[in-house]
């Protein structure tokens, strides 16, 4: 399974981005599709996933602001992310994995793409 991720980027506080990840490979290993984001300093953290049936979870602080989907085939997954804090910034990485992925990191990664939020 490959995963491009793609959307990062500057953008003020209160302002929206949304990013990408779109995958190829084996449909069973991507099940689970997640998000997780890096920031200077800290552990890396599940910011949101989402699984067959539509089922979503979003870590607290980002409920509200952000929103997971896939399109309609499940090879993208967006993260439409809105009312974008300083708190925000960090490097965004995209996961996935298959059905027991649900709630853990999946083995699979994209690259990171870089979101700054200035204040």
């Known amino acids: 399974v490959q995963l491009q991720a793609s959307g990062g980027g500057l953008v003020q506080a209160g302002g929206s981005l949304r990013l990408s990840c779109a995958a190829s490979?084996?449909?069973?290993?991507?099940?689970?599709r997640a998000w997780y984001r890096q920031a200077p300093g800290k552990q890396r953290e599940l910011v949101a996933s989402?699984?067959?049936?539509?089922?979503?979870y979003y870590e607290d602080s980002v409920k509200g602001r952000f929103t997971i989907s896939r399109d309609g085939d499940g090879t993208t997954v967006y993260l439409q992310m809105s009312s974008l804090k300083p708190e925000d910034t960090a490097v965004y990485y995209c996961?996935?994995?298959?059905?027991?992925?649900?709630?853990?990191?999946?083995?699979?990664w994209g690259q990171g793409t870089l979101v700054t939020v200035s204040s």
């Open positions: 996961n996935s994995g298959d059905s027991a992925s649900w709630g853990r990191p999946g083995p699979y």
């Open positions: 490979g084996d449909a069973f290993s991507t099940w689970t």
């Open positions: 989402i699984r067959d049936a539509g089922i979503k």
